[in-house]
């Protein structure tokens, strides 16, 4: 059993202020993988106190090319040992260990070289313009950052709140779920091994109620950036209000995924699987599938036939499988749910309540389809963040965009159609914060994020550069 009570403080592995242990469970066993400790006040000062120390000298007399020469040897040493980091997440959230090597390491990688990319041509004094040849707009960093990040993508959302907040000099204190702690813990080692200055990164693992509230209610931290529940968003937002710090959030979705009659023959299929990716713990996946209804009973038919034929194992196996759901409590809360779209009347083609066969111990759920869900039932309302799909039939492409909208959420909407005209008109008309489009994946540096109950703000590219930068506007600069 590995032990990592440990936190990094200050450019060092400290010892908990006081020990409070906390076993860390392999989903796909149901065994005690790790004993990591929560932090507690103490902790956070502590970190806090070692990041705020670090602010000045990183963010005002370390040019940038020397912060950005130190995020490319992170990334060297990142991909070096990309191997333990697949192992690491596997092991604490059950990604298969293929789909950890090329999904779960990647997305860390990815975020990392895209940031790289962006912040080659990002000014950081920029002129208001030629009718004020005189005036200055500079970005400069925030300050000391607060950073909560989920177990689902470990390292996409570690990579895309430090990586951002390094280039354009803050100073930080990570808070990685309780739930998957290891992959971050060995974030932090590469971090000491690129050799950024202490205090300039920070680690203090913890739960939602103590360090994640004392993050959000210091007075020396100065943005909150975390990703979550709703739920969550909402009580770190009223616990920041207090000290008025800025809060970015990413929360959670429940896309609709709109199959209109003239969408290619994959659509969905392509859509379904897109859904069970990640054993559906993805707060962009396309869990409401809108389908015109000409085509209806085919794509039931051909979802139910997906779900089946998804494979469901262990993610210390290889192979093209989706694993277990990250914990006992996210099973339990899965389970509850599609009793729930039983009860309601939803017809259950694929999948339902209990373990796939053959699997006895471990979090696993049956890859789910119910069919003729109306956008009021509990399983179109709420995020399950399971493998479950809900597929809802429409006539017209208004009462699809009326279906999509209707929803507290607004991430991650999908459009499928052969009708270039009708893709565009529908994506202007969806309220969310990204539109896909016929299984085309959005580009390196697009800004990822939502609207209404999925949060504010954006991480990736520029944008996710801008957002831990407050604007100064100056006047009177010397004349060039």
């Avoid at 931290?221 to 616990?239: D, E, P």
């Amino acid at each position: 059993m590995l032990e990592k009570r440990d936190f990094y403080i200050n450019g060092a592995w400290v010892a908990p202020a006081a020990r409070n242990d906390l076993d860390v469970i392999d989903p796909s066993t149901e065994e005690v993988c790790a004993v990591i400790s929560l932090g507690g006040q103490a902790d956070t000062d502590a970190a806090v106190a070692a990041a705020s120390g670090a602010f000045e000298a990183w963010a005002f007399d370390t040019a940038p090319e020397a912060r950005r020469a130190l995020v490319e040897k992170l990334l060297e040493i990142y991909q070096a040992r990309a191997e333990e980091m697949a192992q690491a997440m596997s092991l604490e959230m059950g990604a298969p260990i293929d789909w950890a090597r090329q999904q779960q390491v990647g997305a860390g990688s990815w975020h990392i070289s895209n940031f790289l990319t962006a912040f080659k041509d990002f000014q950081f004094e920029r002129p208001l313009g030629p009718h004020a040849p005189t005036d200055r707009i500079i970005h400069e960093p925030v300050g000391v950052v607060g950073m909560i990040t989920p177990w689902n993508w470990p390292m996409n959302q570690v990579t895309l709140k430090v990586i951002p907040a390094m280039l354009t000099g803050c100073t930080m204190v990570l808070k990685p779920s309780e739930v998957a702690p290891l992959s971050a813990h060995l974030f932090a080692e590469m971090v000491h091994e690129a050799g950024f200055p202490a205090g300039v990164f920070n680690l203090v693992n913890g739960d939602g109620v103590g360090v994640g509230t004392q993050l959000s209610v210091h007075p020396d931290v100065n943005m909150i950036s975390f990703t979550g529940s709703t739920r969550a968003g909402i009580a770190i937002s009223k616990a920041a209000a207090d000290s008025l710090k800025r809060v970015h959030l990413e929360l959670g979705g429940k896309g609709a995924n709109i199959v209109f009659a003239d969408a290619d023959e994959k659509a969905v299929k392509r859509g379904a699987q897109h859904c069970f990716n990640n054993t559906g713990q993805s707060c962009n996946a396309p869990t409401r599938m809108l389908v015109e209804r000409s085509i209806y009973d085919q794509a039931v038919e051909i979802a139910a036939a997906t779900a089946e034929a998804t494979k469901v194992g262990s993610g210390h196996e290889e192979g093209r499988h989706i694993g277990p759901v990250v914990s006992e409590a996210q099973f339990d809360k899965i389970q509850g749910l599609i009793q729930t779209g039983i009860d309601e009347g939803a017809r259950l083609v694929a999948g339902g309540l209990g373990r796939p066969d053959g699997l006895n111990r471990g979090y696993y759920v049956r890859p789910t389809v119910f069919a003729d869900v109306s956008n009021d039932m509990t399983i179109a309302r709420e995020e399950i963040f399971g493998p479950v799909l809900s597929i809802i039939p429409f006539e017209t492409e208004a009462e699809a965009i009326r279906i999509a909208n209707d929803t507290p959420y607004g991430l991650t909407d999908y459009v499928q159609s052969q009708d270039d005209a009708k893709r565009v008109r529908v994506a202007r008309r969806l309220r969310a914060g990204m539109v896909e489009m016929n299984g085309k994946g959005r580009g390196a540096g697009s800004p990822f994020g939502g609207m209404k109950a999925s949060g504010n703000g954006r991480e990736g590219g520029i944008w996710g550069l801008e957002d831990f930068c407050e604007v100064k506007a100056v006047s009177g600069w010397a004349a060039e």
